[in-house]
């Protein structure tokens, strides 16, 4: 990723609370083709979430631990904030004296922009308003969040709306967190009384028919867009008596991931 920064626009999707074993089965079955188009080999990594709920996994994320490999070894980062004793940043790694990536890419030129999901992005307190606050731009409303079933929608709505006024020349950092994936997802799942990881999966094939526009309008600004597409933590529905997450249970972390870059004229 050090050589990416600044010839390339960059992209984080965090499809909030997205179990890695639903992804997976669907990739394999053929009900996400946006996302087959794009998952390097068709396929999701399956990786391991630095945290178990969201507030805690996007501090990490920002710090540059991003879900890691499962697989013993050393995993070299994509991008790391700087501090003594590092052992996961290599030659490619693009390592930056800030706290968390936002405020190091508007270092380095980049415009910064946020379109939050769930609550912890919903900027109505100040536990609300610290991931946002990383962003020079943030954006956030009902229609973005989880009782929504158009979040998505509404999300790519203001991203068109905005994108124009960043100027063309000038890098720029997307922040799209989904909250669609996140308990309540039964109204994605026509009949359903309750949330499960059959309406889990609905959501999922809500979300990949608008990833399409979503590429669209970040590659529409003629710069290749470097793009990182990833679970923030997985969720439970009834495993060992759990639901929901904050749990330490295999399916909260066990996380899909994937990244690639897409070119301009490609959507």
Do not use: K
């Amino acid at each position: 990723m050090r050589h990416l920064i600044g010839s390339h626009d960059l992209l984080l999707v965090t499809l909030d609370t997205l179990r890695h074993d639903v992804a997976a089965e669907l990739a394999a079955a053929g009900r996400t083709p946006t996302l087959a188009r794009v998952l390097p080999g068709g396929r999701w990594e399956r990786r391991h979430s630095p945290a178990s709920f969201t507030y805690a996994a996007h501090h990490a994320f920002f710090a540059g631990f991003l879900p890691t490999p499962v697989a013993p070894g050393r995993h070299e980062r994509l991008y790391a904030a700087a501090f003594p004793g590092s052992e996961t940043a290599g030659a490619d790694t693009w390592v930056f004296d800030a706290a968390d990536l936002p405020t190091a890419l508007a270092e380095v030129g980049y415009h910064t922009l946020c379109l939050g999901g769930v609550g912890f992005f919903n900027r109505r307190g100040a536990l609300g308003s610290v991931l946002p606050g990383l962003f020079a731009e943030a954006y956030w409303e009902p229609g973005f969040g989880v009782t929504a079933p158009g979040c998505v929608d509404a999300q790519l709505d203001r991203l068109a709306e905005v994108l124009p006024r960043v100027p063309a020349d000038r890098g720029l950092f997307t922040f799209l967190n989904v909250a669609a994936l996140h308990q309540p997802n039964r109204h994605y799942l026509p009949g359903a009384r309750d949330d499960g990881p059959a309406s889990h999966a609905a959501a999922l094939e809500y979300v990949d028919g608008r990833l399409g526009r979503l590429f669209a309008l970040v590659t529409g600004r003629g710069r290749p867009v470097f793009t990182i597409v990833c679970s923030d933590h997985g969720t439970a529905y009834g495993e060992d008596g759990h639901t929901g997450h904050r749990v330490g249970h295999d399916v909260v972390w066990t996380v899909p991931y994937a990244h690639f870059t897409l070119e301009p004229g490609e959507w």
